[in-house]
């Protein structure tokens, strides 16, 4: 299949297709979590390791910005994080601005210090959660940044 996919298009011959469709779900949940998310209007599937890791782009409407009606989200079996398209442009600028951040937050936590200003992750800051995360972290550096299609950002029409 060929990435990026719009999520209706998802069907169980896509690859990790139960894994996808709860993650999808918590990418939701995730964004609906926010009250300036009134409402997910699309989203597109940009890479898909199910459970592990998903990127999607997500079609929002955003009750405190117009202009960041589109959202990243990165789920899987880490703390999601939703980045504004203003910055990230492709999968691998989504993973390096999730690495880069969630490092932030792990050594924070790891010195003892407060986490304030660091990307505001839904994890406990416990070293046995930054050690968790660092793990992780660990396999996007050294398997995933440099084997993943590099798939650049597109927003589709609406209509």
């Known amino acids: 299949m060929k990435y990026p996919i719009d999520y209706k298009e998802v069907t169980g011959k896509t ?8 993650v999808h779900t918590e990418a939701v ?36 910005s117009s202009d960041d009606n589109y959202l990243w989200i990165v789920v899987g079996d880490i703390p999601p994080m939703y980045l504004d398209i203003h910055g990230p442009k492709t999968t691998k600028e989504v993973l390096e601005d999730y690495i880069r951040l969630a490092e932030d937050w ?3 936590v790891k010195d003892g210090r407060s986490v304030k200003s660091c990307y505001p992750f839904k994890a406990e800051p416990i070293l046995e959660m ?8 660990t396999f996007m550096k050294n398997t995933l940044i440099d084997n993943i299609e590099d798939i650049p950002l597109f927003k589709p029409s609406t209509g």
Do not use: D
Request: contains cysteine; glycine residues 4%.
């Open 15 to 22: 690859e990790y297709h139960l894994e996808l469709v709860k």
């Open 29 to 64: 949940a995730y964004l609906m979590g926010f009250v300036w998310c009134k409402k997910v209007i699309n989203s597109y599937v940009y890479l898909n390791l199910g459970s592990t890791l998903s990127i999607f782009l997500f079609e929002i409407n955003n009750s405190a």
């Open 130 to 137: 930054a050690t968790l995360l660092e793990k992780r972290i």
């Open 106 to 108: 792990i050594m924070h």
